[in-house]
Protein backbone atom coordinates (compact mmCIF):
# COMPACT_ATOMS: atom_id res chain seq x y z
CA UNK A 1 0.00 0.00 0.00
CA UNK A 2 1.82 3.11 -0.83
CA UNK A 3 0.19 6.25 -0.82
CA UNK A 4 0.18 9.68 -2.87
CA UNK A 5 1.01 13.36 -1.78
CA UNK A 6 -0.59 16.28 -3.90
CA UNK A 7 0.51 19.48 -2.82
CA UNK A 8 -2.25 22.24 -4.11
CA UNK A 9 -1.52 25.46 -5.80
CA UNK A 10 -2.91 29.06 -4.67
CA UNK A 11 -2.52 32.40 -5.41
CA UNK A 12 -3.77 35.45 -3.77
CA UNK A 13 -6.71 33.57 -1.83
CA UNK A 14 -8.08 31.20 -4.51
CA UNK A 15 -6.95 28.22 -5.05
CA UNK A 16 -6.16 27.55 -9.12
CA UNK A 17 -8.29 25.25 -11.05
CA UNK A 18 -5.07 22.83 -11.00
CA UNK A 19 -5.93 22.13 -7.46
CA UNK A 20 -8.85 20.57 -8.09
CA UNK A 21 -7.31 18.45 -11.55
CA UNK A 22 -4.59 17.53 -9.39
CA UNK A 23 -7.04 15.57 -6.60
CA UNK A 24 -8.52 13.62 -9.94
CA UNK A 25 -5.14 12.70 -11.23
CA UNK A 26 -3.84 11.92 -7.14
CA UNK A 27 -7.17 9.70 -6.61
CA UNK A 28 -6.16 7.72 -9.74
CA UNK A 29 -2.22 7.24 -8.44
CA UNK A 30 -3.43 6.64 -5.82
CA UNK A 31 -6.27 3.98 -6.82
CA UNK A 32 -3.27 2.15 -8.74
CA UNK A 33 -0.98 1.81 -6.00
CA UNK A 34 -3.63 0.97 -3.44
CA UNK A 35 -3.14 3.53 -0.98
CA UNK A 36 -4.37 6.79 0.59
CA UNK A 37 -4.48 10.46 -1.15
CA UNK A 38 -2.79 12.91 1.10
CA UNK A 39 -3.70 16.69 -0.32
CA UNK A 40 -1.57 19.02 1.33
CA UNK A 41 -1.76 23.06 1.65
CA UNK A 42 0.56 25.63 2.45
CA UNK A 43 0.34 29.09 3.53
CA UNK A 44 -3.00 31.42 2.75
CA UNK A 45 -5.77 30.53 4.45
CA UNK A 46 -5.39 27.48 4.54
CA UNK A 47 -8.42 26.03 6.50
CA UNK A 48 -11.02 27.80 3.94
CA UNK A 49 -8.72 26.05 1.40
CA UNK A 50 -8.77 22.85 2.86
CA UNK A 51 -12.80 22.62 2.77
CA UNK A 52 -12.47 23.48 -0.72
CA UNK A 53 -10.04 20.50 -1.54
CA UNK A 54 -12.25 18.64 0.74
CA UNK A 55 -13.61 16.52 -2.82
CA UNK A 56 -14.23 13.24 -3.80
CA UNK A 57 -11.47 10.66 -3.05
CA UNK A 58 -9.51 12.95 -0.58
CA UNK A 59 -8.52 10.94 2.14
CA UNK A 60 -6.51 13.55 4.48
CA UNK A 61 -5.54 17.07 3.89
CA UNK A 62 -2.60 18.67 5.74
CA UNK A 63 -2.26 22.24 6.13
CA UNK A 64 0.79 23.78 6.67
CA UNK A 65 -0.22 27.49 8.54
CA UNK A 66 2.79 30.02 7.69
CA UNK A 67 2.62 33.13 5.66
CA UNK A 68 0.12 34.55 2.94
CA UNK A 69 1.97 33.95 -0.10
CA UNK A 70 3.72 30.72 -2.00
CA UNK A 71 7.24 31.08 -0.76
CA UNK A 72 9.24 28.31 -2.12
CA UNK A 73 11.66 27.33 0.80
CA UNK A 74 8.56 27.11 2.65
CA UNK A 75 6.84 24.37 0.40
CA UNK A 76 10.36 23.17 -0.10
CA UNK A 77 10.72 22.44 3.56
CA UNK A 78 7.19 21.58 4.75
CA UNK A 79 6.68 19.38 1.39
CA UNK A 80 10.05 17.48 2.44
CA UNK A 81 8.59 17.13 6.13
CA UNK A 82 5.15 15.75 5.16
CA UNK A 83 7.10 13.45 2.49
CA UNK A 84 9.35 11.96 5.94
CA UNK A 85 6.20 11.53 8.19
CA UNK A 86 3.88 10.11 5.06
CA UNK A 87 6.16 7.95 3.31
CA UNK A 88 4.06 8.50 0.06
CA UNK A 89 5.22 6.92 -3.15
CA UNK A 90 4.79 10.04 -5.25
CA UNK A 91 4.72 13.76 -4.75
CA UNK A 92 2.02 15.18 -6.94
CA UNK A 93 2.58 18.98 -7.98
CA UNK A 94 1.37 21.39 -10.66
CA UNK A 95 3.81 21.65 -13.46
CA UNK A 96 2.48 25.72 -12.79
CA UNK A 97 5.47 27.96 -12.35
CA UNK A 98 5.50 27.91 -9.02
CA UNK A 99 5.19 24.06 -8.58
CA UNK A 100 8.74 24.34 -10.69
CA UNK A 101 10.18 26.67 -8.61
CA UNK A 102 10.04 24.11 -5.61
CA UNK A 103 9.45 20.40 -7.10
CA UNK A 104 12.76 20.38 -8.31
CA UNK A 105 14.23 21.30 -5.71
CA UNK A 106 12.17 18.88 -3.60
CA UNK A 107 13.13 15.77 -5.60
CA UNK A 108 16.57 16.47 -5.11
CA UNK A 109 16.52 16.79 -1.59
CA UNK A 110 15.08 13.56 -1.22
CA UNK A 111 16.86 12.25 -3.77
CA UNK A 112 14.06 11.45 -5.79
CA UNK A 113 13.66 11.46 -9.76
CA UNK A 114 10.99 13.95 -11.21
CA UNK A 115 9.18 13.71 -13.80
CA UNK A 116 7.89 17.02 -14.83
CA UNK A 117 4.65 18.39 -17.41
CA UNK A 118 3.18 14.96 -17.23
CA UNK A 119 -0.29 14.43 -19.33
CA UNK A 120 -0.72 10.88 -18.30
CA UNK A 121 0.36 8.85 -15.61
CA UNK A 122 0.25 5.25 -14.76
CA UNK A 123 1.25 3.15 -11.69
CA UNK A 124 2.29 -0.46 -11.51
CA UNK A 125 3.60 -1.73 -8.19
CA UNK A 126 6.28 0.11 -7.91
CA UNK A 127 6.95 1.44 -11.76
CA UNK A 128 5.46 4.50 -12.83
CA UNK A 129 5.00 5.10 -16.54
CA UNK A 130 4.40 8.70 -17.33
CA UNK A 131 3.43 10.56 -21.07
CA UNK A 132 5.04 13.83 -22.00
CA UNK A 133 5.89 16.00 -24.63
CA UNK A 134 8.76 17.09 -26.39
CA UNK A 135 9.73 19.29 -29.23
CA UNK A 136 6.78 21.54 -28.41
CA UNK A 137 4.34 19.06 -29.01
CA UNK A 138 5.03 17.16 -32.09
CA UNK A 139 5.96 13.52 -30.52
CA UNK A 140 4.30 12.08 -27.32
CA UNK A 141 6.82 9.82 -24.93
CA UNK A 142 6.28 7.44 -22.10
CA UNK A 143 9.08 7.13 -19.89
CA UNK A 144 9.45 4.99 -17.01
CA UNK A 145 10.51 5.09 -13.49
CA UNK A 146 11.19 2.88 -10.65
CA UNK A 147 10.31 3.71 -7.04
CA UNK A 148 9.25 7.04 -5.21
CA UNK A 149 9.44 9.83 -7.56
CA UNK A 150 8.22 13.52 -7.73
CA UNK A 151 6.04 14.45 -10.64
CA UNK A 152 4.52 17.26 -11.73
CA UNK A 153 1.18 17.29 -13.88
CA UNK A 154 -0.10 19.54 -16.92
CA UNK A 155 -2.96 21.42 -15.93
CA UNK A 156 -6.01 21.12 -17.94
CA UNK A 157 -5.19 17.45 -18.82
CA UNK A 158 -7.06 16.07 -16.19
CA UNK A 159 -11.06 16.66 -15.21
CA UNK A 160 -11.00 18.70 -11.82
CA UNK A 161 -12.38 16.60 -9.20
CA UNK A 162 -16.14 17.12 -7.78
CA UNK A 163 -17.90 15.88 -5.20
CA UNK A 164 -17.74 16.50 -1.13
CA UNK A 165 -14.94 14.29 0.41
CA UNK A 166 -14.78 13.47 4.20
CA UNK A 167 -11.22 13.87 4.43
CA UNK A 168 -9.38 14.20 7.58
CA UNK A 169 -8.57 17.67 7.93
CA UNK A 170 -5.14 18.15 9.77
CA UNK A 171 -2.87 20.68 11.00
CA UNK A 172 0.19 19.43 10.10
CA UNK A 173 3.12 21.34 12.43
CA UNK A 174 5.62 22.22 10.26
CA UNK A 175 9.25 23.19 11.35
CA UNK A 176 10.23 25.93 8.96
CA UNK A 177 13.56 27.11 9.54
CA UNK A 178 13.29 30.91 8.76
CA UNK A 179 17.15 31.39 8.11
CA UNK A 180 16.89 28.75 5.43
CA UNK A 181 14.31 31.55 3.81
CA UNK A 182 16.31 33.34 1.22
CA UNK A 183 14.20 34.66 -0.85
CA UNK A 184 11.09 37.27 0.11
CA UNK A 185 8.02 37.71 -2.12
CA UNK A 186 7.58 42.03 -2.20
CA UNK A 187 4.84 42.04 -4.31
CA UNK A 188 2.64 41.20 -7.31
CA UNK A 189 1.90 42.97 -10.54
CA UNK A 190 -0.63 42.99 -13.28
CA UNK A 191 1.20 43.34 -16.85
CA UNK A 192 -0.75 43.68 -19.71
CA UNK A 193 -3.36 46.11 -19.19
CA UNK A 194 -3.75 49.21 -21.87
CA UNK A 195 -5.84 50.61 -24.72
CA UNK A 196 -7.21 47.44 -26.16
CA UNK A 197 -8.68 44.18 -24.14
CA UNK A 198 -8.39 41.06 -26.43
CA UNK A 199 -10.56 38.98 -24.22
CA UNK A 200 -13.79 41.09 -25.20
CA UNK A 201 -13.10 40.66 -29.20
CA UNK A 202 -15.65 38.53 -31.07
CA UNK A 203 -13.06 38.05 -33.69
CA UNK A 204 -9.43 38.04 -33.34
CA UNK A 205 -6.63 37.76 -36.43
CA UNK A 206 -4.19 36.11 -34.25
CA UNK A 207 -0.06 36.19 -35.33
CA UNK A 208 2.66 33.75 -34.54
CA UNK A 209 6.75 33.46 -35.61
CA UNK A 210 5.58 32.40 -38.92
CA UNK A 211 5.52 36.35 -39.35
CA UNK A 212 8.93 36.44 -39.85
CA UNK A 213 10.12 39.98 -39.48
CA UNK A 214 8.02 42.98 -37.80
CA UNK A 215 7.63 44.91 -40.95
CA UNK A 216 5.35 41.67 -42.18
CA UNK A 217 2.96 42.66 -39.45
CA UNK A 218 1.75 45.53 -41.70
CA UNK A 219 0.05 42.86 -43.57
CA UNK A 220 -2.05 41.29 -40.65
CA UNK A 221 -2.71 44.91 -39.55
CA UNK A 222 -4.53 45.16 -42.92
CA UNK A 223 -6.42 42.07 -42.43
CA UNK A 224 -7.22 42.91 -38.88
CA UNK A 225 -8.74 46.45 -40.72
CA UNK A 226 -10.48 44.71 -43.16
CA UNK A 227 -12.05 42.24 -41.15
CA UNK A 228 -12.75 45.01 -38.46
CA UNK A 229 -11.09 42.57 -36.14
CA UNK A 230 -8.66 42.63 -32.97
CA UNK A 231 -4.97 41.69 -33.06
CA UNK A 232 -3.66 39.47 -30.79
CA UNK A 233 -0.55 37.41 -31.05
CA UNK A 234 1.80 34.22 -29.66
CA UNK A 235 4.49 34.95 -27.13
CA UNK A 236 7.53 35.40 -29.69
CA UNK A 237 5.51 38.57 -31.28
CA UNK A 238 4.95 40.29 -27.96
CA UNK A 239 8.75 39.00 -26.50
CA UNK A 240 10.61 40.56 -29.82
CA UNK A 241 8.65 43.79 -28.55
CA UNK A 242 6.66 43.74 -32.18
CA UNK A 243 3.04 44.26 -30.36
CA UNK A 244 2.26 44.94 -26.56
CA UNK A 245 1.73 42.51 -23.96
CA UNK A 246 -1.63 43.13 -23.60
CA UNK A 247 -2.08 41.33 -27.28
CA UNK A 248 -0.46 38.15 -25.83
CA UNK A 249 -2.26 35.47 -26.12
CA UNK A 250 -1.88 32.27 -23.20
CA UNK A 251 -1.07 30.67 -20.01
CA UNK A 252 1.55 34.33 -19.21
CA UNK A 253 -0.55 36.23 -21.14
CA UNK A 254 -4.92 36.65 -21.48
CA UNK A 255 -7.55 34.09 -21.98
CA UNK A 256 -9.97 34.55 -24.93
CA UNK A 257 -13.20 33.20 -25.96
CA UNK A 258 -13.60 34.67 -29.46
CA UNK A 259 -16.82 33.71 -31.77
CA UNK A 260 -13.61 33.24 -34.12
CA UNK A 261 -10.10 32.92 -33.60
CA UNK A 262 -7.92 33.09 -36.53
CA UNK A 263 -4.30 31.49 -35.58
CA UNK A 264 -2.05 32.35 -38.58
CA UNK A 265 1.75 31.19 -38.08
CA UNK A 266 1.44 29.89 -34.19
CA UNK A 267 2.25 26.05 -33.88
CA UNK A 268 -0.44 25.57 -31.02
CA UNK A 269 2.55 25.51 -27.92
CA UNK A 270 0.49 23.89 -25.00
CA UNK A 271 1.36 27.70 -23.15
CA UNK A 272 -0.26 29.37 -26.09
CA UNK A 273 -3.43 27.01 -26.33
CA UNK A 274 -4.15 27.39 -22.72
CA UNK A 275 -5.16 30.98 -23.37
CA UNK A 276 -7.44 30.55 -26.78
CA UNK A 277 -8.97 26.91 -26.43
CA UNK A 278 -12.17 28.13 -26.07
CA UNK A 279 -12.83 30.00 -28.39
CA UNK A 280 -15.93 29.10 -30.32
CA UNK A 281 -14.18 28.42 -34.15
CA UNK A 282 -10.64 28.27 -34.35
CA UNK A 283 -9.48 27.95 -37.68
CA UNK A 284 -5.67 27.56 -38.06
CA UNK A 285 -3.41 28.76 -41.22
CA UNK A 286 -0.37 27.04 -41.27
CA UNK A 287 2.23 25.50 -43.49
CA UNK A 288 2.86 22.68 -41.21
CA UNK A 289 -0.30 20.22 -41.81
CA UNK A 290 0.73 18.34 -38.11
CA UNK A 291 1.42 21.15 -36.15
CA UNK A 292 -0.29 20.54 -32.85
CA UNK A 293 -2.87 23.61 -33.68
CA UNK A 294 -4.35 21.59 -35.87
CA UNK A 295 -5.93 19.60 -32.96
CA UNK A 296 -8.03 22.06 -31.79
CA UNK A 297 -8.42 24.27 -34.54
CA UNK A 298 -12.19 23.22 -36.40
CA UNK A 299 -10.72 24.72 -39.91
CA UNK A 300 -7.65 24.49 -41.39
CA UNK A 301 -5.88 26.35 -44.47
CA UNK A 302 -2.48 24.37 -45.15
CA UNK A 303 -0.44 27.02 -47.08
CA UNK A 304 1.65 29.97 -46.54
CA UNK A 305 0.43 32.79 -44.91
CA UNK A 306 1.90 34.98 -47.26
CA UNK A 307 -0.07 33.97 -50.02
CA UNK A 308 -3.56 33.45 -48.10
CA UNK A 309 -3.72 36.65 -46.48
CA UNK A 310 -3.29 39.12 -49.47
CA UNK A 311 -6.68 36.93 -50.89
CA UNK A 312 -8.57 37.34 -47.54
CA UNK A 313 -7.71 40.58 -47.29
CA UNK A 314 -8.99 41.50 -50.75
CA UNK A 315 -12.21 39.46 -50.04
CA UNK A 316 -12.80 42.23 -47.36
CA UNK A 317 -11.83 45.44 -49.12
CA UNK B 1 31.06 39.07 -10.00
CA UNK B 2 30.74 35.83 -11.95
CA UNK B 3 28.61 34.97 -14.27
CA UNK B 4 27.65 30.88 -15.48
CA UNK B 5 25.18 30.27 -17.95
CA UNK B 6 23.69 27.31 -18.95
CA UNK B 7 23.61 26.49 -22.66
CA UNK B 8 22.24 23.59 -24.35
CA UNK B 9 22.05 23.00 -28.05
CA UNK B 10 18.58 22.07 -28.48
CA UNK B 11 17.00 19.29 -31.32
CA UNK B 12 14.86 20.93 -33.96
CA UNK B 13 12.23 18.87 -35.94
CA UNK B 14 11.44 19.40 -39.23
CA UNK B 15 7.47 19.57 -39.92
CA UNK B 16 7.51 15.88 -41.65
CA UNK B 17 9.60 13.50 -39.85
CA UNK B 18 9.75 9.77 -39.20
CA UNK B 19 10.19 8.34 -35.67
CA UNK B 20 12.58 5.22 -34.88
CA UNK B 21 12.15 3.33 -31.90
CA UNK B 22 12.87 6.09 -28.97
CA UNK B 23 14.13 8.76 -31.53
CA UNK B 24 13.17 10.68 -34.24
CA UNK B 25 15.64 9.36 -37.32
CA UNK B 26 18.27 11.64 -37.52
CA UNK B 27 17.98 13.02 -41.47
CA UNK B 28 14.76 14.89 -39.76
CA UNK B 29 16.70 16.70 -37.17
CA UNK B 30 18.88 20.12 -36.50
CA UNK B 31 20.72 21.50 -34.36
CA UNK B 32 20.01 25.47 -32.80
CA UNK B 33 21.33 27.53 -29.60
CA UNK B 34 18.22 26.70 -26.76
CA UNK B 35 15.62 30.00 -26.82
CA UNK B 36 15.29 30.10 -23.46
CA UNK B 37 19.34 30.44 -23.24
CA UNK B 38 19.59 32.70 -25.52
CA UNK B 39 18.15 34.85 -23.44
CA UNK B 40 20.50 34.21 -20.71
CA UNK B 41 23.25 34.73 -22.59
CA UNK B 42 21.87 38.41 -23.34
CA UNK B 43 21.21 38.72 -19.73
CA UNK B 44 24.83 37.64 -18.37
CA UNK B 45 26.71 39.63 -20.84
CA UNK B 46 24.46 42.94 -20.52
CA UNK B 47 25.07 42.49 -16.91
CA UNK B 48 28.63 42.57 -18.03
CA UNK B 49 28.40 45.78 -20.54
CA UNK B 50 26.92 47.51 -17.44
CA UNK B 51 30.05 46.54 -15.49
CA UNK B 52 28.65 44.25 -12.84
CA UNK B 53 30.44 40.86 -14.24
CA UNK B 54 33.36 40.89 -14.76
CA UNK B 55 33.02 37.08 -16.39
CA UNK B 56 30.73 35.27 -18.13
CA UNK B 57 31.52 31.26 -18.49
CA UNK B 58 29.07 29.12 -20.58
CA UNK B 59 28.83 25.62 -19.40
CA UNK B 60 27.56 22.97 -21.67
CA UNK B 61 27.14 19.35 -21.38
CA UNK B 62 27.30 17.59 -25.49
CA UNK B 63 29.39 16.33 -27.65
CA UNK B 64 32.01 18.14 -30.02
CA UNK B 65 29.71 18.70 -32.64
CA UNK B 66 27.66 21.11 -30.31
CA UNK B 67 30.94 23.48 -30.38
CA UNK B 68 28.50 25.40 -33.21
CA UNK B 69 26.44 26.51 -31.04
CA UNK B 70 28.91 27.04 -27.81
CA UNK B 71 30.69 29.42 -30.46
CA UNK B 72 27.67 31.36 -31.09
CA UNK B 73 27.47 32.00 -27.70
CA UNK B 74 30.99 33.20 -27.22
CA UNK B 75 30.46 35.27 -30.33
CA UNK B 76 27.68 37.08 -28.66
CA UNK B 77 30.16 38.15 -25.82
CA UNK B 78 30.38 35.00 -23.51
CA UNK B 79 34.10 34.86 -22.41
CA UNK B 80 35.18 31.44 -22.49
CA UNK B 81 32.99 28.02 -22.25
CA UNK B 82 33.45 24.93 -20.84
CA UNK B 83 31.83 21.63 -22.52
CA UNK B 84 31.42 18.25 -20.67
CA UNK B 85 30.71 15.18 -22.18
CA UNK B 86 31.58 11.60 -21.75
CA UNK B 87 31.28 8.28 -24.28
CA UNK B 88 29.72 6.89 -21.62
CA UNK B 89 26.55 9.36 -21.56
CA UNK B 90 26.59 8.06 -25.74
CA UNK B 91 24.38 5.54 -24.75
CA UNK B 92 21.46 7.07 -22.69
CA UNK B 93 18.32 7.73 -24.17
CA UNK B 94 17.00 10.64 -22.11
CA UNK B 95 19.60 12.54 -19.66
CA UNK B 96 17.43 13.06 -17.30
CA UNK B 97 17.09 15.89 -14.48
CA UNK B 98 18.88 13.64 -11.98
CA UNK B 99 22.32 13.17 -14.07
CA UNK B 100 21.90 16.84 -15.84
CA UNK B 101 21.79 17.95 -11.80
CA UNK B 102 24.94 16.34 -10.89
CA UNK B 103 26.72 17.35 -13.98
CA UNK B 104 26.40 21.14 -13.80
CA UNK B 105 26.72 21.33 -10.03
CA UNK B 106 30.41 20.23 -10.11
CA UNK B 107 30.98 22.50 -12.99
CA UNK B 108 29.41 25.48 -10.63
CA UNK B 109 31.25 24.09 -7.53
CA UNK B 110 34.27 24.28 -9.76
CA UNK B 111 33.68 27.70 -11.42
CA UNK B 112 32.28 29.58 -8.29
CA UNK B 113 30.24 32.01 -9.91
CA UNK B 114 27.99 34.43 -7.83
CA UNK B 115 25.23 33.98 -10.74
CA UNK B 116 24.22 31.27 -12.42
CA UNK B 117 21.37 32.17 -15.53
CA UNK B 118 20.39 28.84 -17.46
CA UNK B 119 16.85 29.05 -19.64
CA UNK B 120 13.52 28.13 -17.95
CA UNK B 121 12.98 25.06 -20.28
CA UNK B 122 15.13 23.18 -22.95
CA UNK B 123 13.07 23.27 -26.44
CA UNK B 124 13.08 19.68 -26.93
CA UNK B 125 12.79 18.11 -23.63
CA UNK B 126 11.20 20.70 -21.84
CA UNK B 127 11.76 19.64 -18.40
CA UNK B 128 12.14 22.73 -16.83
CA UNK B 129 13.58 21.49 -13.75
CA UNK B 130 17.13 21.38 -13.69
CA UNK B 131 18.45 24.97 -13.17
CA UNK B 132 15.91 25.03 -9.53
CA UNK B 133 17.50 21.09 -9.15
CA UNK B 134 21.46 22.51 -9.55
CA UNK B 135 20.52 25.92 -7.28
CA UNK B 136 19.22 23.04 -4.17
CA UNK B 137 22.17 20.75 -5.18
CA UNK B 138 24.88 23.36 -4.82
CA UNK B 139 22.99 25.36 -1.95
CA UNK B 140 22.47 28.59 -3.65
CA UNK B 141 19.31 30.16 -4.09
CA UNK B 142 17.02 30.46 -6.68
CA UNK B 143 14.20 32.06 -8.69
CA UNK B 144 11.94 30.17 -11.27
CA UNK B 145 10.59 31.90 -14.63
CA UNK B 146 12.39 35.20 -14.02
CA UNK B 147 11.45 38.07 -16.66
CA UNK B 148 13.28 40.94 -15.26
CA UNK B 149 16.19 41.01 -13.32
CA UNK B 150 17.29 44.70 -11.98
CA UNK B 151 21.35 45.33 -12.76
CA UNK B 152 22.46 46.80 -9.48
CA UNK B 153 23.10 43.57 -7.87
CA UNK B 154 24.76 43.68 -4.46
CA UNK B 155 24.03 40.94 -2.19
CA UNK B 156 20.53 40.19 -3.24
CA UNK B 157 18.82 40.11 -7.20
CA UNK B 158 15.59 41.81 -7.46
CA UNK B 159 13.64 40.31 -10.27
CA UNK B 160 10.23 39.30 -11.42
CA UNK B 161 8.90 36.16 -11.98
CA UNK B 162 6.15 35.51 -14.22
CA UNK B 163 3.12 34.25 -13.59
CA UNK B 164 -0.03 32.49 -15.24
CA UNK B 165 -2.54 34.77 -16.00
CA UNK B 166 -0.65 38.20 -16.94
CA UNK B 167 0.54 38.60 -13.21
CA UNK B 168 4.32 38.99 -12.11
CA UNK B 169 6.03 38.67 -8.40
CA UNK B 170 8.18 40.51 -7.47
CA UNK B 171 10.93 38.87 -5.43
CA UNK B 172 14.21 39.35 -3.79
CA UNK B 173 16.76 36.75 -4.33
CA UNK B 174 19.94 36.39 -1.92
CA UNK B 175 23.28 35.67 -3.99
CA UNK B 176 24.90 33.43 -4.65
CA UNK B 177 21.76 32.14 -7.10
CA UNK B 178 20.62 30.24 -10.00
CA UNK B 179 17.83 32.40 -12.11
CA UNK B 180 15.78 30.66 -14.79
CA UNK B 181 15.69 33.31 -17.48
CA UNK B 182 12.06 33.69 -19.68
CA UNK B 183 12.25 34.88 -23.53
CA UNK B 184 11.28 38.55 -23.22
CA UNK B 185 13.57 39.46 -20.19
CA UNK B 186 15.66 41.36 -23.29
CA UNK B 187 16.14 41.12 -26.93
CA UNK B 188 18.50 38.76 -27.64
CA UNK B 189 21.80 40.26 -30.12
CA UNK B 190 22.77 38.53 -33.12
CA UNK B 191 26.05 38.02 -33.21
CA UNK B 192 28.16 40.54 -35.00
CA UNK B 193 31.06 39.20 -37.86
CA UNK B 194 33.58 40.54 -35.21
CA UNK B 195 32.11 38.75 -32.32
CA UNK B 196 31.93 35.22 -34.62
CA UNK B 197 35.59 35.93 -35.38
CA UNK B 198 36.99 36.93 -31.48
CA UNK B 199 35.00 33.64 -30.92
CA UNK B 200 37.11 31.60 -32.28
CA UNK B 201 39.89 32.24 -30.33
CA UNK B 202 37.95 31.98 -26.88
CA UNK B 203 38.65 29.27 -24.50
CA UNK B 204 36.47 26.00 -24.88
CA UNK B 205 37.41 23.88 -22.26
CA UNK B 206 36.62 20.04 -22.78
CA UNK B 207 36.37 17.93 -19.46
CA UNK B 208 34.85 14.28 -18.79
CA UNK B 209 33.27 13.09 -16.10
CA UNK B 210 36.39 12.15 -14.68
CA UNK B 211 37.81 15.80 -15.00
CA UNK B 212 34.94 17.26 -12.94
CA UNK B 213 35.15 14.14 -10.28
CA UNK B 214 31.63 12.76 -11.24
CA UNK B 215 31.33 9.10 -11.26
CA UNK B 216 29.57 7.13 -13.84
CA UNK B 217 26.82 6.04 -11.53
CA UNK B 218 25.92 8.73 -10.58
CA UNK B 219 24.75 10.08 -14.11
CA UNK B 220 22.69 7.04 -14.73
CA UNK B 221 19.15 8.04 -15.52
CA UNK B 222 16.45 7.13 -12.97
CA UNK B 223 14.26 7.77 -16.59
CA UNK B 224 14.03 5.53 -19.23
CA UNK B 225 12.26 6.85 -22.47
CA UNK B 226 10.49 3.35 -23.15
CA UNK B 227 8.38 4.82 -26.49
CA UNK B 228 7.43 7.81 -28.69
CA UNK B 229 4.77 8.55 -31.20
CA UNK B 230 3.02 11.16 -32.97
CA UNK B 231 0.20 12.04 -30.44
CA UNK B 232 -3.35 10.80 -31.61
CA UNK B 233 -5.44 13.63 -32.97
CA UNK B 234 -8.36 14.09 -31.57
CA UNK B 235 -9.22 16.83 -33.98
CA UNK B 236 -12.32 16.83 -36.59
CA UNK B 237 -10.49 19.49 -38.92
CA UNK B 238 -11.89 20.70 -41.56
CA UNK B 239 -9.10 21.23 -44.00
CA UNK B 240 -9.59 23.45 -47.21
CA UNK B 241 -7.91 22.61 -49.89
CA UNK B 242 -7.13 24.63 -53.05
CA UNK B 243 -5.68 27.35 -54.31
CA UNK B 244 -5.33 30.18 -51.86
CA UNK B 245 -7.72 32.14 -53.73
CA UNK B 246 -9.81 29.38 -53.18
CA UNK B 247 -9.08 28.73 -49.13
CA UNK B 248 -8.95 32.30 -48.47
CA UNK B 249 -12.67 32.57 -50.09
CA UNK B 250 -14.03 28.90 -47.68
CA UNK B 251 -12.42 31.27 -44.88
CA UNK B 252 -14.40 34.32 -45.98
CA UNK B 253 -17.55 32.76 -46.55
CA UNK B 254 -17.29 31.19 -42.81
CA UNK B 255 -16.76 34.61 -41.26
CA UNK B 256 -19.72 35.90 -42.57
CA UNK B 257 -21.77 32.79 -41.81
CA UNK B 258 -20.82 33.51 -38.40
CA UNK B 259 -21.29 37.06 -38.30
CA UNK B 260 -18.30 38.14 -37.66
CA UNK B 261 -17.17 40.26 -40.67
CA UNK B 262 -19.01 41.43 -43.78
C1 LIG C 1 6.46 29.37 -18.75
C2 LIG C 1 6.08 29.64 -20.18
C3 LIG C 1 5.01 30.46 -20.46
C4 LIG C 1 4.64 30.71 -21.80
N1 LIG C 1 3.55 31.51 -22.06
C5 LIG C 1 3.13 31.67 -23.33
C6 LIG C 1 1.96 32.43 -23.65
O1 LIG C 1 1.30 33.00 -22.77
N2 LIG C 1 1.60 32.54 -24.95
C7 LIG C 1 2.29 31.95 -25.96
O2 LIG C 1 1.88 32.08 -27.13
N3 LIG C 1 3.40 31.25 -25.70
C8 LIG C 1 3.85 31.10 -24.42
N4 LIG C 1 4.99 30.39 -24.17
C9 LIG C 1 5.85 30.02 -25.33
C10 LIG C 1 5.42 28.77 -26.04
O3 LIG C 1 6.02 27.66 -25.43
C11 LIG C 1 5.87 28.81 -27.51
O4 LIG C 1 7.26 29.04 -27.56
C12 LIG C 1 5.16 29.87 -28.35
O5 LIG C 1 3.77 29.84 -28.14
C13 LIG C 1 5.47 29.64 -29.81
O6 LIG C 1 4.90 30.66 -30.58
P1 LIG C 1 4.55 30.47 -32.12
O7 LIG C 1 3.53 29.41 -32.27
O8 LIG C 1 4.20 31.82 -32.66
O9 LIG C 1 5.95 30.06 -32.75
P2 LIG C 1 6.45 28.67 -33.29
O10 LIG C 1 6.23 27.59 -32.32
O11 LIG C 1 7.83 28.92 -33.79
O12 LIG C 1 5.49 28.37 -34.53
C14 LIG C 1 5.49 29.07 -35.73
C15 LIG C 1 4.51 28.37 -36.65
O13 LIG C 1 4.41 29.11 -37.85
C16 LIG C 1 4.32 28.23 -38.95
N5 LIG C 1 4.80 28.97 -40.11
C17 LIG C 1 6.05 29.39 -40.40
N6 LIG C 1 6.09 30.08 -41.54
C18 LIG C 1 4.82 30.11 -42.01
C19 LIG C 1 4.19 30.67 -43.17
N7 LIG C 1 4.91 31.38 -44.06
N8 LIG C 1 2.88 30.49 -43.34
C20 LIG C 1 2.15 29.79 -42.43
N9 LIG C 1 2.68 29.24 -41.32
C21 LIG C 1 3.99 29.39 -41.12
C22 LIG C 1 5.21 27.07 -38.57
O14 LIG C 1 4.85 25.90 -39.26
C23 LIG C 1 4.94 26.96 -37.06
O15 LIG C 1 3.89 26.07 -36.79
C24 LIG C 1 5.38 30.14 -22.85
C25 LIG C 1 6.47 29.32 -22.56
C26 LIG C 1 6.82 29.06 -21.24
C27 LIG C 1 7.97 28.15 -20.96
Not at chain 1, 180 to 205: K, M, N, R
Not at chain 1, 264 to 283: E, R
Not at chain 2, 157 to 184: D, K, M, N, W
Request: hydrophobic share 40%; charged share 30%.
Amino acid sequence: MSDILAVADHRRGDLRDVSYELVTAGRELADETGGDLHVAVISGTVDEFAEKLNREGVDAIHTVSHGEEFNHDVYSQAVTQLYDELAPQYVVTPNSVNGLDYAPAIANELDLPIVTDTIGLEADGDTLVATREMYGGKVETTNELEGDAVVTIRGAEWPAAEGTGDAAIEAFDADIDEDAIGSTVTGFEEVGGGDVDISEADLLVSIGRGIEEEENLDLIRDLADALDATLSSSRPIVDNGWLPKNRQVGQSGKVVTPDVYIAIGISGAVQHVAGMKGSDTIVAINTDPNAPIMDIADYAIHDDLFDVVPELIEEFQ
Amino acid sequence: MKILVTVKEVATVEDEFEIQGTEIADQYLGADLNEWDDYAIEEAVQLQEDGIADEVVTVTIGPEECEQTIRQALAKGADRAVRVWDDSLEDTNVLDVGAKTEILSAVVEAEDPDLVLSGVQAGDDSFAATGVSVAENVGYQWGAVVNHLEHDLGDVASVRRELEGGVEELTEIELPAVLTIQTGINEPRYASLRGIRQAQRKELDVQSLADIGVDESAIEADLELTDMYEPESESDVTVWEGSAEDTASELGDLLRDKGVAQ
